[in-house]
Structures are given as C-alpha cells and as structure tokens.
C-alpha cells in the first residue's frame, strides 16, 4: 500500500538515548523497559522492547535509538509504552535496532 508524503510527515521519528533499561517479567514475550530521553521538548519517555535475544540490558544504556513517539500510549502488561522503538525484525523475532552512525542531539526528527 502506497501513502502520500502528507501521511509520512504526520509520523514523528526521533533520535533518543536509553537512560535505564529494566527486565519486563510481566510481559508476554521477553522484554525489557527502556526510559529514552528525547531531549528537551519531549522529554524521557517509556517503551516495551522485545529485544532480549540480541541486546543484555548493558549494551543498550546510554545507546542511541530511532523510535515513532506520537502513536497513542499502548497498554502493555502493567506499562503504559509511550513510544514505539524501531528496529528490523529478522527470523523468531530477533530484533536489530536502528540507530544512528554518530553521536546527535536527542529529539532530532528523522524524515
């Protein structure tokens, strides 16, 4: 399905760095909760991120990371995910984050 650029522009993709990283032994599926800082106009936000397969909660402090942050708040177990982490989904869910190649100022727009 194609979607014209006006759709596009209305998804918010930004840059933030993972402060915290906590497991989420009440989710579903393994998953840890991130608390990411967009900067000073969005703040930090929380997020569910499957992504245990690949990353131990000490590779992702302090890490770079691309996520949509104006989808509505998601109920997940007992979190309330305020934005969407983004990452490629290779076989059995095994998620590679997106990140950027260098250091940027947190809450910077991808587009």
């Known amino acids: 399905m194609e979607i014209s650029w006006n759709d596009f522009e209305k998804v918010e993709i930004r840059v933030g760095t993972i402060l915290s990283v906590q497991d989420f032994p009440k989710a579903n599926r393994p998953a840890y909760i991130l608390e990411i800082d967009f900067g000073s106009e969005l703040g930090i936000k ?66």
């Open 46 to 111: 929380k997020s569910s991120a499957q992504i245990t397969n690949r990353y131990s909660k000490e590779d992702l402090l302090e890490k770079q990371i691309v996520a949509v942050v104006n989808f509505p708040k998601k109920q997940i177990a007992n979190l309330m995910s305020e934005c969407l982490v983004l990452g490629a989904v290779g076989a059995k869910n095994d998620i590679v984050l997106l990140s950027p190649d260098f250091q940027v100022e947190n809450g910077l727009r991808i587009g």
